[in-house]
Every structure is written in structure tokens, then in C-alpha cells.
């Protein structure tokens, strides 16, 4: 499997003689086989990158290992080296500076010219000519980021340096975010016909950087495609994240296989993503083994179960390691209490894993009934099951207890299917108490009503209760297509697939039409083939400040679920008075010279009388500073924070949990890397498994003033 990947960089022909490509690593392959003298010889090119190379060999064989280094420079004699952030804010001026670098000392005068396109403006060119001092000059350019139409644009800058005969061009590109703290907003539903929902941009809002997109998902492959794409936006840095990232694939290529369905885009995509989703999720092992959030022990026996069903499902797809799947079953069988449950809660942490310890015990042996574990060998733990069904008014329980029993064929299942159609609500959704992850309200219901599904689906005696309850779970769905946090959306998707294998519906010829105000906005004829999500991207130019009215008709006989999604800029924040956390943020100076540093300080509380697992924290970074992976590291080593990762200018942070009413203080020592005047993202806080209520700070600013 190994000798399959691997990474080489190579230049495309098509590209001009500008610099444009700065990849810092040019070729990774885990095995080479030399010849029988102990050679081998790899070849790739060089990126645009100045500067010192390495190259690393690990070597095996004949009982031996040996390791080799060498390194080799790539120069120019003539060449100029600007420093430019990868995202900017709108507003934002940019005091770009250029470094000029001749190795030919004696020369005095170079020329700098800076082009930009798109939505940057040059205000102030670099001084001509530079003057070198001992082959070294420095050019300033101002340029500021303009305004514009939709949710981010895509500049291009081109500088040109020249010395006499020498030239050195370069291509940049920056990515520019609109001002404003985001307001989203999620619609679904199933249409079939014609149906109309009204829209509201306030009076606050930019309009022109409102986003409208609408999906439909006339197949399950659809639902898991979207769901995948939905799942991809979200922070993935620990266990749980990980593998939901990756289950969508397995579902896909399992569906594939079971209606022999050959859609190549998605079965090319799903077998991509599986061998870097596979390796990074068995990495979180615990060294005493299990799974946890982040790897570190003791194990989280509900979260090893998930794995362990991942694992099973994935199997069947993918070369999975049986003899790590085979540990990781006995890791929980070696759980069991001898009382019919498995002990949970164990650790430091052990008070911030979420629902009851009958709650995790019925979660873990439906994990083993689904991963083939034979019932026989589970029989006091599943007499534990039918004394809990008994005893329980948890539907979140009683939906796992149900599901459970149908997998172990005991005939109690039936009771207690009975007893959930009792526990659904008019809307079709059930609300239990606690999930394993600790999961808020919105994401809990979604949760209980998909175990539902899964445990009602093997009897036709429950079809209503089915029916009404997908149909929550399609309304439930959110603009991007996901339902919720992870947890929620993997457990959807398992429902909704289960129950479009159990009712196969065919696409029938048809037209499918949207009316925005009135006017019609897009179409597409439907053909009878239809597998993948049809979406409706960047509607947005089409609002008005004010109500909107959308109306969609679907023809043909047809049926599909749908889902909507609408985000804007206003000047007040979308804080959600649900949200157990308080934050604050603050920069200590917020002017500073170029290379100095200053701190961001964020302070974050929990607002509950109760711990709080998996708190988030995003903080927006202006664009001209710069946190070293150092600092983040060092925060992770106090266990200030669980772990960190970054996207684009913003770091997001991982909480394992915090103590009723507990506040914590986090300081990043951040320097000012490029002068300018920056405005970042805005920055929030929210809990991992309730992502729908955030607390929201406004942007920080700073002043950076260029070195002289």
C-alpha cells in the first residue's frame, strides 16, 4: 500500500518564465527498491524557491538500517524577495516590503515595479531607483484592499525587479475577506411541486457580499457527497474530527457497492481521500491503546467504539489492519465490568466525556454487535441492555438500546421500538438527555432521531414513524450539508442512507426552476440520471436589503430533499444567547514597529454550573502579524490548551474541557511581520458538539510601522 504514494514536484510547461511556485517540499516517497549494487535514482524539479535544500534517506535491508543527508542550493544572482500576508481584510493597507538582492555587491541601483489585479489597488509605488548596499536593497509599495461583490476574491500581484540586463519576475497571489461579523443562516426541507420561503437581509448588512447557494440531493450518494464536502469545512484536528471526515467516504463506496452503482468523480474522490483519512485516524491510537480526542491516554472507550465501527464498515472497502482492528475489539471487551457494562469515565478527564455510564456501556456493545462481535460472547452485557430498556426514559438510551437488541435478534427489540414512537415529537424528531459526546440540544436531536431510524428501520411495522422522522432529518440539514457537528452528521447520513436503500426512489425526466423575487435565477432539465447534488452557487447578487422571497418547482413527478444556505456581512454579531462560553479578546499594543512583537489575549469562561467538553476557540489574526508554531506548542505542553491548528489567519484552538464557571486565559506572543494597517477576521468561541451557538468578539486591529 505504501509503495503507491508519494509526492514529486514538476514544473507545468505552460507556465511562464515568472517565479510563481514557493513549495517547500519536492519529492516524498516512502519506499524505493534500488538494484542488487544497493542504487536508485529518483528525479523531480525544483520550485521557484531560493534556497538551501535537503535531502533525508532512511535505508533497510539485509538485517541492516543506515541513514544518508546531503544538501544542494538553488540561487539566482539577481533576484527579489517580497514579504506579502496570504489573506487580507478589505480596507486593510498593506505596506509591502521587497527585498532586493544582488550577489554582485558593486552594483548600486535596481528597479522594482509592482503590478497588481483584481480587487488591490497600488497607492504609493516603490522608490526608483533602490539604492544597494553591498548587493542589498530594500522597495516599499503601499497597495489596499478594495471592496467587492461576494464572499472573497483572489488578487494577483506581479513584481518585477531589474538590475541593468537581470530580471526577476514574480507572481503573488492573496486571498481578501469582506469586513463585518458573519451572519449565516440555514434552510431544508423536501420539495416536490412548487413551494416558496421568504429570505431577510437586514438594513446593517453589506449586500454585496451576500451568499445564497441551493442543493438538492436527488440521490443518497448525493446526501453523503455534500454531507463529505460540509464536513471538510469544519476543524478536523482531533480523533472524533478526523474519522467523520472520513466515514463519508467508506458510506459512499459501500453504497456504490451495494446498488453497483459506478460513478467514477465519486468513487475517484472517495478512494483518494481514504488512504490519508485512514492513516491520520489510526495515529490518535492511545500507546496503552483505545482511542481518544487527541491520542493520549487513557483511552475513550465510547470514542474507540465509533472508531471500531468506522473500522468494520471500512473494511469492506479498504485494506484496514486486521490486527489493529482485532486489538481494538478486545481493548473493549477487556472493558467489561462483569456486571453487563463496560467502565467508562476512566482518567483526568473522565467527567467531561458526555451521557450516562449506561449510556456509553449501550453505545460500546452496539459498536461490537456492528463490528461482527458474535452475541453469544456479549450475552450478560446484553441481558444489561434489556434491564436498562426496561428501566430507561432516556430516548437517546432507548434509540442505541433498540438498535442494539434488533442487531443481537433478541425480541425484547420490539418493546422498546414501541416505546420510541411514543418519545416522537409532531415534527417527527426525538430529544434524549445525553449523548456520548456530550452533543447540545439541536445536534442531540438530530443524534436521537437517526438511532431511531436505524433501530425502527428493521421492521416495516414502524414505516410512518420512519417516514415522519426523515422527514425531520432533511429539514434538519444545513445549508453546507451537514446536520450539525460531526457526530450529528455522520449519524444523519447512516439514517438516511439506511432508509434510501430500504426505499429506492428513481429520478424521473423533469424541470427544476428557481425565482428570486420574481425573476428566474437558474434551472436545470432533469434527465432520469441524476446521482449527484445539484447545486445553485453564488445567488447572492440577486438579494435585496430587505425580504426576499425564493420560490423553487420541481417537475416531473419528482421528489428531492433540499437545503439552503445564506450568509452576509453585518456591523452587529450573531452571538447566540444559548452558548455556554464567554469571551474576550484584546492585543496589548496595537502599534508596533516591523519585527517587534506584542501579545493577543484571549480569555474564555464557562458560563454554566456544570463542565463544559470540547470548548473552540477561533481567533481572527490581522493579517500583518505572524504566531510562530513554537508559541501554540508551548501552550499545548502547559495543557493550556488540548491542540491547535491554522486556517488561513485564523487559529483555532482545542479545549479538552473547562470546570463549572472555570475561566481560562491564553496569551499568544505574536510579531508584526509585514508593515501595514490590518483589521482580522472576527474572532469566537463556541462547544465543538453544539457548533451552531457561538459567542462572538469583534476584530482586532494593528499597526505595524515599517523597519527602517
Known sequence: MLARLGYRFQYNAADTAARQHFIETLFWKPMIVTDDAGKASVEFDVSDKVATWAIHADAHGGGRVGQAYEKFESFLPFRIEPKLPQQLTVGDVVELPVAVIADDASKKHAKVGVIPEGKLSLEKSPGDPVELSGGRGRAIARLVAQEFDGSGVRAKLTIRGQLQNATDDRIEHVEILPRGFPHAESRAGSLAGLTTTA??????????????????????????????????????????????????????????QANGDNIPSIAAMARGLLPDGYRKITGYECSKKGYEWWGKNPGHAALTAYGLMQFHDMSQVYDVDQDMVARTRQWLLDKRDGKGGFVTGEGRYGHFWGGSAATRSAYIALALLLAGEDPASLETEIAELERRAKASDDAYELAVLGYALTEAKRPSAAAVLERLTGMQEKDGSLLGKGSITGSGKRDLRVETTSFAVLAWLHSHSYDESVQRAVRFLEKARTGSGTFGATQAT????????????????????????????????????????????????????????????????????????????????????????????ALSTSIAKKEIAEGDTTAIRAVVRNTTNKPVANPMIVLGLPAGLHVTSRVLDDLKKAETIAAWELSGREVILYLRGLEAAEQREIVLDVTGRVPGKYTGQASRAYLYYSDQDKVWNAPLTVTIHAAR
Open 490 to 581: 455522520i449519524m444523519a447520513l447512516k439514517a438516511l442512507t439506511a432508509y434510501a436503500q430500504a426505499t429506492t426512489r428513481n429520478v424521473k425526466p423533469g424541470v427544476l426552476i428557481l425565482w428570486l423575487n420574481g425573476k428566474r435565477i437558474a434551472s436545470r432539465r432533469l434527465l432520469g440520471t441524476e446521482k449527484r447534488t445539484i447545486a445553485f452557487e453564488h445567488l447572492g447578487r440577486a438579494l435585496v436589503i430587505g425580504n426576499n422571497e425564493l420560490r423553487m418547482e420541481l417537475t416531473g413527478g419528482n421528489e428531492f430533499p433540499w437545503s439552503l444556505e445564506l450568509g452576509y456581512r453585518a456591523e452587529r454579531p450573531q452571538s447566540s444567547q444559548d452558548c455556554a462560553l
Open 199 to 256: 429570505l431577510v437581509i437586514p438594513d446593517d448588512a453589506a449586500r454585496r457580499n451576500a451568499k445564497l447557494a441551493v442543493r438538492f440531493y436527488p440521490s443518497p450518494l448525493a446526501t453523503i457527497e455534500q454531507g463529505l464536502q460540509g464536513i471538510l469545512r469544519k476543524p478536523h484536528g482531533c480523533f472524533e474530527q478526523a474519522s467523520s471526515s472520513n466515514y463519508p467516504n467508506v458510506m459512499a463506496l459501500r453504497l456504490m
